[in-house]
């Protein structure tokens, strides 16, 4: 199902309104496409899909799977002696009296489903649990990798555990780590991390950088938050935390790897008032989450990127669910814009879905195996670009096939 991306809702709350009015009159047009682009992640949506990876991965496997909350720590210390309980000899999976943010979400999640299958499935096991268990694989859960900082140091405490390290060097365990999504230097430093776990991320992290659009407004929209980021109390963060400009926000929080000017918190010495106050999503903005990510509207995303023929042809509406999907991709792609979160964030698609597109691309040789356009890709798109004509063959929209005009060429001789 098809839904709308409509984060630009928030500037119609009070303290969307009240966020927007602080840009000076020729920067609030940029200001507002910075939150339309916004990919905003349900508590339905985070939940879902947490939990369907979960089952995933211990569908894999035969032998018992550990569960565990990724959480703050200190990586110096083994994280089973920092919070077994000494009475219980079980592992506290929230320490009381903390602000928990994600963290709590995670273990709720976690315990639920571990609950369907006590025996298989072990929600936060000590050591003795998982010898006892002849636990092989455990599963490390957060919310996003922003830095990667938290869940290595949360590895360095489970590696430098005697117990836990002669498992991992006899290749008795392995570790497989589980976010909901991540920035590319983040994923690059879990990945490199000692303890070599394996990784799923369900979805590309959007980002200012790389979103879709031309290098006008791409440069309007840096120039905004560096500029207004000097009224926050985080200027340095300018780009958010390690300047990752992230571009993506939960509802249970937003990640300080945004821009400054959506959440700096307010200071006597600075009045800057934030669209998520020290991250926090408030009850009038939580109202705007959608249940489910969509995807935005494909011919405003054309324009942004400079496909003013296409977006005016009139064929996205003649080909069908995929074949709009695909002619997205290969206008995008044309436009210089190969990387899969781009085009992930353009299509509303998840990773997975999003790989699968393209390698069809590939197939059909639309793109070369290094995603570059192809003289078969260059003509798909010349043929979708004459205004007002309908090929034969064309499906109706809504349907889930597509048949390219290229291949149908060819097949009418």
């Not at 590319?184 to 490199?192: A, E, L, N, P």
């Not at 307010?266 to 669209?275: F, G």
Request: include cysteine.
């Amino acid at each position: 199902m098809k839904l709308d991306r409509n984060a630009e809702a928030l500037l119609y709350t009070e303290r969307g309104q009240e966020w927007l009015a602080q840009f000076s009159e020729t920067d609030q047009e940029v200001a507002r496409k910075i939150v339309a682009s916004l990919t905003l992640v349900s508590h339905s949506e985070f939940e879902r899909v947490v939990q369907k990876s979960l089952e995933s991965i211990s569908a894999e496997y035969e032998h018992p799977v550990g569960f565990f909350a990724v959480r703050e720590l200190d990586p110096i210390k083994s994280y089973f002696e920092q919070f077994t309980d000494p009475d219980s000899g079980k592992i506290s999976a929230l320490v009381s009296g903390t602000d928990h943010g994600s963290e709590a979400r995670i273990a709720a999640t976690i315990r639920n489903y571990c609950k369907t299958d006590p025996n298989h499935l072990l929600n936060h096991p000590s050591l003795d649990q998982m010898r006892e268990a002849r636990c092989r694989t455990v599963v490390l859960v957060d919310d996003f990798i922003g830095s990667g900082k938290r869940i290595s140091e949360f590895m360095n405490s489970l590696w430098i555990d005697t117990t836990f390290i002669s498992w991992l060097s006899l290749h008795y365990i392995n570790i497989v780590v589980v976010a909901f999504s991540g920035t590319g230097g983040g994923i690059k430093r879990v990945v490199q991390h000692k303890a070599k776990p394996n990784l799923v991320i369900e979805r590309d992290c959007p980002n200012f950088i790389d979103m879709p659009w031309g290098q006008s407004l791409r440069d309007s929209a840096m120039d905004v938050c560096k500029k207004y980021a000097g009224r926050t109390s985080k200027k340095r963060f300018w780009g958010g935390f390690g300047g990752a400009l992230t571009a993506l926000v939960f509802e249970h929080g937003c990640p300080n790897n945004a821009p400054a000017i959506l959440w700096a918190p307010k200071t006597p010495k600075k009045s800057w008032n934030p669209l998520f106050p020290n991250r926090v999503i408030m009850s009038g903005e939580k109202t705007v989450f959608p249940p489910e990510i969509g995807r935005g509207d494909a011919l405003v995303t054309l324009l942004d990127v400079g496909q003013k023929r296409l977006a005016g042809s009139g064929q996205l509406l003649r080909r069908g669910e995929n074949g709009e999907l695909i002619l997205l991709m290969l206008a995008l792609i044309a436009k210089g814009q190969r990387r899969q979160s781009a085009l992930s964030f353009a299509t509303g698609l998840n990773r997975k879905a999003c790989a699968q597109i393209m390698q069809r691309c590939v197939k059909w040789s639309f793109l070369t195996p290094s995603f570059r356009l192809t003289e078969r890709g260059r003509a798909e798109l010349t043929a979708a670009k004459k205004v007002g004509k309908v090929y034969a063959g064309f499906l109706e929209r809504g349907s889930a096939n597509y048949y390219p005009n290229q291949l149908r060429k060819a097949s009418r001789g």
